[in-house]
Structure formats: structure tokens, C-alpha cells
């Protein structure tokens, strides 16, 4: 009895444990995904494997628990070396079934045209040899179409197809469609009150699509360039007088029934200030603030300016430098007079804290020299830190035009004294390659093929050959210039050319000039620029066909052989005939630009001067010798917002020196440079002798005077670029002090400083093709033996 109670109490801890099994397995299967079992051993057995090996897959395995397993799954995945894993228990082992991803055998491009397989393998994360991730590929798939949109390709497609091959390895090709640029069909602001639309479009980089979307890129949708252009906008508000302005925003809207972006800004203009009162006050007890008042860029009564406001901080940080005192931080202080619209400034000049610069580090920069970049700074290793003249380096690097981004920033260095310099650039492409066509009523039709290089060898340095040809004109010319002669902020350009010019139908003889030149450039101030150059070069005349016979006839040139005369009735002039049989002549000259220019757009001004003094003396050697001094001052003014008036100043004049006569090509001639509705060489002093051509003589003193209004055309888009124009001309050309006789001979010659006018109207068009201007003007006053053109075009094109 004993014994069967024993046998049942048996049976049924047995059962018990059964049971237990059976609770514990069920709680297995739901806390473990289906397929996962508690490994009742330590075994991990690894199968399908083929390159990765056992022991790196056990690895992931830490432990037996469902939390344990399911990490380790996780962690499988995550090296994108398996496009499968299962796992199971049997035996009492854990087995791990894994299906290896394929390795790539290579990666293809097919239907890209617009951008470069190079480009788009930078930008994908999949790599030749290396496992092919579907995640990953779908990545890289979005990645390349990312990379055709910043490109404004917003209808681009990207397939990605996988080619299997033995040995489980792969092909993967991306298959794209590229489709038609997005471009941006209207740009629109709102809030823009003191602006027009018109105007705001010239400050802007982005521009509309028109019929000459085929020759630009602006026009394609960039949501970075849209970016750029609010701080265009704000910059423009700022630097003329909104110091309150916002760019609220800048939204992109796509239009699925023109295929294009519709872009809007939303602007806060606020007033238009002006500078009240501007004062300098020092805390540095050695710096006096009256002796660094002259300074200052911003002045009292101007409209205000952001930019001037920091050029007077760049121009104080310096001087105080200069002084001793390289820590010193210079401060602008602004205080708004709402009603009287004024913005008193104060720059506050205190002791900074003592920080120098541990290094300046450069990145981006895989073709521009690191020394290219670095003699931008006013600053190197070791100095005092100030952000004045590291603010300046960045404006100077962007002016470089050879990165697409130039960014600085700062860093701590090894100590609390000391700070890194960070330098970000992006790099750009600097060579240009170019043909030109054109043609203009003075030269004919004009060709010209030209290859240049901005940033030689990536030293900085600046190359360029180019050769015309054309109806009137054809010659070479090589130029380099070297930015930084002798490691100072000195540019030395060395130039070689050779042109020869053809006469017209007023114009009896031809030209031929062949020589060089050498200049050095340097900056005084910001607005001023003096040039220094030497050039020495042949000059030989020589007649056109038609006039050599009775060229030939006159007695006292030795070299004139007897010929008939008779087809023709006209000889040269007693000048040209003179100094064809002076031969070839050398004119050796040094001389001088003194430059000043304080425009806004130096393409397109709108306000301010550029004033040019240019002074030469030939005779360093060479056959002639001369002083020649000319001006030219032009000034730029907004009368009401996009009417510009320009108002141009010339004068000139040239005196021989050692008792040497003049040459009449060395003078100065009258002509549409001058005075619009005149030919070239069509007024000024002129043989009269009844015989001759009445070639231009040329005089030794010169003036013109010119009033233009630019008037902008609504209705025409404004990426178009054509402004109308109004304008009134006058001048003169007069005193000519050649020669005037020979044995047997006496010329007959004009030479009157009457003033010649005219007024007239004209279409500048700002094109793809380059400049183009059409001119028609009409002379109000002349002299009758005076050349006239009425109508006047000249342009070219550069693709």
C-alpha cells in the first residue's frame, strides 16, 4: 500500500514537471519572435556562412536569453554583411542560419548626361567590393536624386537594378532619367515698397526662365541660391539706409501646370535712415579717438550704410593695431532718432582680451595652394587674435572668385590664450574657354578665340592667350599676371601683342603693332589703385590697295618709282606719306593709372564715381618723344529708383619734348568716344588739300562732355538686361602740331576747337552674347568737312 502510494506521488511530480515544461515553453514562444528557442546550452552553431567567419557571428551572441538572442539578431542586421538570419534551437544548440549579401562587382551610371559618373559615385555610400545593402541602395538612390535637384532637375527618376553574377556576386546599376531642368517661371516680392520688383531682381542671383534660358543656369531652381539671396536682399536694405529690414521669408512653390517653381519673398523694409552723429570713443588711455577719427568710412549725413559701418571698424582695428595695441576691440554702438530718422553711432575702442591665433587650419582646398589662401590674412600663426581682420580675410578670399564658399570660424586652443582659425572653402572651377563673335559699324564683324586660367597651377596666378580676327582687325595677345610680386600685395602683369588694323573708307593706310608691356597694380586705399606700366612696341603704316601707284609718284621720297597714275585721282595725305617713309618706329613709354572708384556694381553701376588720371612719356629710348595726360571721371546717380543718370567728363592733352615733331597717330582723334553721330577719326583737325584722302590729322588737346539717363524697360523681363537711354554729347578735338610741309609742298588743313553735338537715344542690352549697344544720334553742331554716323552699333559674344 506503501508502495502505490509512493508510485502515485511519483506520477505525479512527474506530471507537475511536465506541466512546468509546458508553461515554461509557452512563455518561450510568445516572449521570443516564432522560430527562437532558449538555448539549453552555451553551443552556437553558425551555418550558410561563406566569407564572414563562425566565431564573428557567435560574437554577437552574449547569452541565452530571449533579450540576449534578439540583440544579437539585431546586431547581425546592422553590419549589413546578411540579407537574412534565422535562428532555432535543436539539440540543445543554437543555430545561426545567415544569407550573405552579395559583394558589389561594380556600379554603373547609365542616362546621365548632366551630371558626371565622378559626382554621383561621391555621393552614394555603396562601394565596388564591398556588400551590396538594399537599405543602403534605396539610400543612394534618394542621394542621387537629391543630387539632381540641388541642380534644379526635379523630375529626374533613378532606378536601381541589380545584375546577378557567380560566385554571389552582383552588378549594380543605376538607371536615370534625367528629364528637363525645373526652372523658376516667376519671382515675386511682397512688402517691397521704396524697391521696385525690377530693381530687387538685379540684387538677386536667382533669375526667371525666358527665351534665353538656354544660355544660363541662374534661371534653374537652387534652394541654396534662394537661400543666398535672402541674404543678398538683406545686405542691399542695409547698405542703403533700412537698418530695421527684415526677409520675413522666401518660399518656393511648385506649379505642376508650368513645370516650375514660383518663388516669393516677403520683406519688412522699415525706414531709411541716414548717419547722425559719428563719434570714436577710447578706453585705451594711449589711443586718442580725434587723431583715429579720419578713419572712419561712415560719415555724418550720408545715407546709412552696414558696409561702411564695418570698414570703419576693419579701418580703426587696424590703426589702433598699428599703435601697439593688437587686442584692442573696436565696438559700433547705434542709437535710432525715430523722428528725425538718424542713426548716431559711436565706435567704442576697448582693451580686448589678450587671445593669439595657435594655427589657422584650411580644409576643401584639393588645388589652391594653402599660401594662396593664407596671404589673404592680415594675421598669421602667433599673432594677436582680432575678428576685425579675420572678417576682412573672408571678404578678400569670396573676391577671389575661386571657391563657391568661403566660411571662417573659430575654435579654443591648447590653452585658454589661444585660438584655432578654421578656414572652409569650396573649390570652383577657374578655366575659361571662350569663342567671340561680334560685329560693330567701326571694326566689322570681329572673331575671337580665347583660353585663360584664374588660378594657374593653383598659385593664384592668372594666364590668358587670346587671337582675333576680323574684317578691319586681327592680332594675338598673351597676358599674366602674378597677384602677389615678391610676397607683397603687389600685382606685376606682363603682357605681348601684336594687332594689325586695316583703313577705312576715310582712312588711307593701314597699321601694323607689334610689341609689350609690363605693369604693377597696387591698392593705396580701398577705393584708390595706382597702376605703373613701361611698354615698348613697333608701330609701321603702310597703304591701302589702290594707293601705292600714285603714292609712287611723289618726287621727293626716295624709295617712289614712276607709275601710272592715272586709274585713281588721290594720294595719301602729307602725314601719312611721311611716316611711311619713316619705316617702322619704336615708341618706348612708361607711364601711370591713378584710379579712384567708389561704384556700387562695377558691370552694372547705379551710384557713384570712378575717376581715372592717366599720364605717359615716350622717349626711354625709342624714336618719339611725347607727354600725354588724359582724364575720365564718371558719375553714377539714382535720380528716382531705376532711372539712372550718368554724367561722363574727358579731357586730354599730349606736348612733344627733345625737337622732335609729333606723329599724327600719336594724337588725338575725334570720334563716336567723344561724341555720338560722328565716325571714328570724323571730326577734329583734317587735311584739306584738295588732293588727298582728307585723312584725320589729330590734335594735341581734346575734351567731351556727355549726360545720359538709363531708363528701365517694364515690360520687357528683366533678366532680358535691355535698358533704354537718352542722351546729349559735345566736345572737341583741335590744336595740331605736325608737320605741314615739305619742299614743293604745302598742306592745306582745318583746325578749329569748335564744339560738335548731338543728342540721341540708344538700347543697352546687358546679354548672354556680352554688351551690345544701339545708338542712334543725330549732330546738332559740325563742321562741313566733319565725318558723320548717325547710327552707331557695336557687341560681341563670349559661349
Known amino acids: 500500500m506503501v508502495v502505490g502510494m509512493a508510485g502515485r506521488v511519483l506520477r505525479g511530480a512527474g506530471l507537475a514537471v511536465l506541466l512546468l515544461g509546458g508553461i515554461v515553453s509557452g512563455i518561450a514562444a510568445v516572449a521570443v519572435p516564432t522560430g527562437y528557442a532558449f538555448a539549453q546550452s552555451a553551443s552556437v552553431v553558425v551555418e550558410g556562412n561563406r566569407r564572414v567567419e563562425a566565431d564573428t557571428v557567435r560574437s554577437y551572441f552574449k547569452g541565452t536569453s530571449a533579450a540576449a538572442i534578439d540583440e544579437g539578431l539585431k546586431g547581425l542586421y546592422a553590419t549589413g554583411l546578411f540579407q537574412d538570419v534565422r535562428i532555432r534551437q535543436a539539440g540543445g544548440r543554437l543555430i545561426v542560419t545567415v544569407v550573405e549579401n552579395p559583394v558589389i562587382n561594380r556600379i554603373a551610371f547609365e542616362g546621365n548626361i548632366k551630371a558626371k559618373d565622378e559626382q554621383l559615385t561621391a555621393e552614394i555610400q555603396s562601394k565596388p567590393r564591398g556588400t551590396l545593402s538594399r537599405p543602403i541602395v534605396q539610400s543612394d538612390t534618394q542621394r542621387i536624386i537629391e543630387t539632381y535637384r540641388r541642380n534644379g532637375r526635379y523630375n529626374v527618376r533613378v532606378v536601381p537594378k541589380i545584375i546577378e553574377l557567380p560566385n554571389n556576386r552582383v552588378d549594380l546599376v543605376f538607371e536615370i532619367t534625367e528629364g528637363k531642368k525645373t526652372g523658376v517661371k516667376q519671382i515675386r516680392f511682397i512688402g517691397n515698397r521704396y524697391y521696385s520688383d525690377y530693381r530687387l531682381k538685379d540684387v538677386i542671383k536667382t533669375s526667371e526662365s525666358n527665351f534665353l534660358s538656354f544660355l544660363k543656369t541662374s534661371d534653374v531652381y537652387d534652394p541654396d541660391r534662394i537661400e543666398a539671396d535672402r541674404d543678398l536682399l538683406r545686405r542691399f536694405y542695409l547698405k542703403h539706409g533700412f537698418a530695421d529690414v527684415r526677409i520675413v521669408s522666401a518660399i518656393s512653390e511648385f506649379d505642376p501646370t508650368q513645370d516650375a517653381f514660383i518663388v516669393t519673398f516677403t520683406i519688412e523694409e522699415g525706414d531709411q535712415y541716414t548717419f547722425g552723429q559719428v563719434d570714436v570713443q577710447s578706453n585705451v588711455r594711449a589711443v586718442d579717438a580725434v587723431t583715429v577719427a579720419d578713419k572712419l568710412k561712415a560719415k555724418p549725413g550720408a545715407t546709412y550704410n552696414a558696409e561702411a559701418v564695418e570698414k570703419s571698424v576693419e579701418a580703426l582695428s587696424v590703426e589702433v593695431a598699428r599703435r601697439g595695441y593688437p587686442f584692442a576691440v573696436v565696438r559700433p554702438r547705434g542709437d535710432r532718432d525715430f523722428q528725425t530718422r538718424k542713426i548716431n553711432l559711436v565706435f567704442t575702442v576697448d582693451e580686448g582680451p589678450r587671445a593669439y591665433i595657435e594655427r589657422i587650419q584650411i580644409r576643401g582646398n584639393t588645388r589652391t595652394r594653402d599660401y594662396v589662401i593664407r596671404r589673404e590674412f592680415d594675421l598669421a600663426e602667433g599673432d594677436a587674435y582680432n575678428r576685425a581682420l579675420i572678417?576682412?580675410?573672408?571678404?578678400?578670399?569670396?573676391?577671389?572668385?575661386?571657391?563657391?564658399?568661403?566660411?571662417?570660424?573659430?575654435?579654443?586652443?591648447?590653452?585658454?590664450?589661444?585660438?584655432?582659425?578654421?578656414?572652409?572653402?569650396?573649390?570652383?572651377?577657374?578655366?575659361?574657354?571662350?569663342?567671340?563673335?561680334?560685329?560693330?559699324?567701326?571694326?566689322?564683324?570681329?572673331?575671337?578665340?580665347?583660353?585663360?586660367?584664374?588660378?594657374?597651377?593653383?598659385?593664384?596666378?592668372?594666364?590668358?592667350?587670346?587671337?582675333?580676327?576680323?574684317?578691319?582687325?586681327?592680332?594675338?595677345?598673351?597676358?599674366?599676371?602674378?597677384?602677389?610680386?615678391?610676397?607683397?600685395?603687389?600685382?606685376?602683369?606682363?603682357?605681348?601683342?601684336?594687332?594689325?588694323?586695316?583703313?577705312?573708307?576715310?582712312?588711307?593706310?593701314?597699321?601694323?603693332?607689334?610689341?609689350?608691356?609690363?605693369?604693377?597694380?597696387?591698392?593705396?586705399?580701398?577705393?584708390?589703385?595706382?597702376?605703373?606700366?613701361?611698354?615698348?612696341?613697333?608701330?609701321?603704316?603702310?597703304?591701302?590697295?589702290?594707293?601705292?601707284?600714285?603714292?609712287?609718284?611723289?618726287?621727293?621720297?626716295?624709295?617712289?618709282?614712276?607709275?601710272?597714275?592715272?586709274?585713281?585721282?588721290?594720294?595719301?595725305?602729307?602725314?601719312?606719306?611721311?611716316?611711311?617713309?619713316?619705316?617702322?618706329?619704336?615708341?618706348?613709354?612708361?607711364?601711370?593709372?591713378?584710379?579712384?572708384?567708389?561704384?556700387?556694381?562695377?558691370?552694372?553701376?547705379?551710384?557713384?564715381?570712378?575717376?581715372?588720371?592717366?599720364?605717359?612719356?615716350?622717349?626711354?629710348?625709342?624714336?618719339?618723344?611725347?607727354?600725354?595726360?588724359?582724364?575720365?571721371?564718371?558719375?553714377?546717380?539714382?535720380?528716382?529708383?531705376?532711372?539712372?543718370?550718368?554724367?561722363?567728363?574727358?579731357?586730354?592733352?599730349?606736348?612733344?619734348?627733345?625737337?622732335?615733331?609729333?606723329?599724327?597717330?600719336?594724337?588725338?582723334?575725334?570720334?563716336?568716344?567723344?561724341?555720338?553721330?560722328?565716325?571714328?577719326?570724323?571730326?577734329?583737325?583734317?587735311?584739306?588739300?584738295?588732293?588727298?584722302?582728307?585723312?584725320?590729322?589729330?590734335?594735341?588737346?581734346?575734351?567731351?562732355?556727355?549726360?545720359?539717363?538709363?531708363?528701365?524697360?517694364?515690360?520687357?523681363?528683366?533678366?532680358?538686361?535691355?535698358?533704354?537711354?537718352?542722351?546729349?554729347?559735345?566736345?572737341?578735338v583741335w590744336n595740331y602740331k605736325g608737320p605741314t610741309a615739305v619742299p614743293g609742298e604745302t598742306m592745306t588743313f582745318s583746325d578749329t576747337n569748335a564744339v560738335r553735338s548731338s543728342v540721341g537715344a540708344g538700347l543697352v542690352w546687358d546679354s548672354p552674347f556680352g554688351p551690345l549697344r544701339f545708338d542712334y544720334a543725330i549732330p546738332l553742331t559740325k563742321q562741313s568737312y566733319d565725318i558723320v554716323q548717325e547710327f552707331r552699333f557695336g557687341g560681341g559674344t563670349r559661349f
Open 391 to 732: 572678417d576682412r580675410a573672408e571678404r578678400r578670399l569670396k573676391n577671389l572668385n575661386y571657391f563657391k564658399s568661403v566660411k571662417i570660424t573659430n575654435e579654443p586652443g591648447s590653452s585658454p590664450d589661444r585660438v584655432v582659425v578654421n578656414v572652409e572653402v569650396e573649390e570652383m572651377s577657374t578655366g575659361e574657354f571662350s569663342i567671340s563673335g561680334g560685329y560693330s559699324t567701326q571694326d566689322g564683324w570681329l572673331g575671337e578665340v580665347s583660353v585663360g586660367e584664374r588660378n594657374l597651377l593653383g598659385r593664384g596666378q592668372a594666364a590668358r592667350a587670346s587671337v582675333q580676327y576680323g574684317q578691319r582687325a586681327r592680332g594675338f595677345e598673351l597676358s599674366f599676371v602674378e597677384p602677389y610680386f615678391l610676397d607683397y600685395r603687389l600685382a606685376l602683369g606682363l603682357d605681348f601683342f601684336a594687332k594689325e588694323t586695316n583703313g577705312q573708307e576715310y582712312t588711307s593706310y593701314d597699321t601694323q603693332t607689334i610689341g609689350g608691356a609690363v605693369r604693377l597694380g597696387f591698392e593705396l586705399r580701398e577705393d584708390l589703385t595706382l597702376q605703373l606700366r613701361y611698354s615698348l612696341y613697333q608701330q609701321e603704316l603702310s597703304l591701302q590697295d589702290g594707293y601705292s601707284n600714285c603714292f609712287a609718284t611723289v618726287p621727293w621720297i626716295p624709295s617712289a618709282k614712276p607709275k601710272d597714275c592715272n586709274d585713281i585721282n588721290i594720294v595719301p595725305s602729307l602725314p601719312v606719306r611721311l611716316s611711311l617713309d619713316q619705316g617702322a618706329v619704336l615708341t618706348s613709354l612708361a607711364g601711370y593709372s591713378l584710379i579712384y572708384n567708389t561704384l556700387d556694381n562695377n558691370r552694372n553701376p547705379t551710384q557713384g564715381i570712378r575717376a581715372e588720371l592717366k599720364q605717359e612719356l615716350a622717349g626711354l629710348g625709342g624714336d618719339v618723344n611725347f607727354i600725354r595726360s588724359t582724364g575720365d571721371v564718371r558719375f553714377y546717380h539714382e535720380v528716382v529708383p531705376d532711372y539712372i543718370a550718368l554724367l561722363r567728363l574727358q579731357a586730354g592733352n599730349i606736348t612733344g619734348w627733345g625737337g622732335k615733331d609729333l606723329r599724327f597717330i600719336d594724337m588725338f582723334q575725334g570720334g563716336p568716344n567723344l561724341v555720338r553721330g560722328f565716325r571714328q577719326n570724323g571730326f577734329g583737325p583734317r587735311d584739306l588739300t584738295d588732293w588727298t584722302t582728307h585723312d584725320a590729322l589729330g590734335g594735341t588737346n581734346y575734351w567731351a562732355a556727355s549726360l545720359e539717363l538709363q531708363i528701365p524697360l517694364y515690360f520687357v523681363p528683366k533678366d532680358v538686361g535691355i535698358r533704354a537711354a537718352i542722351f546729349a554729347d559735345a566736345g572737341s
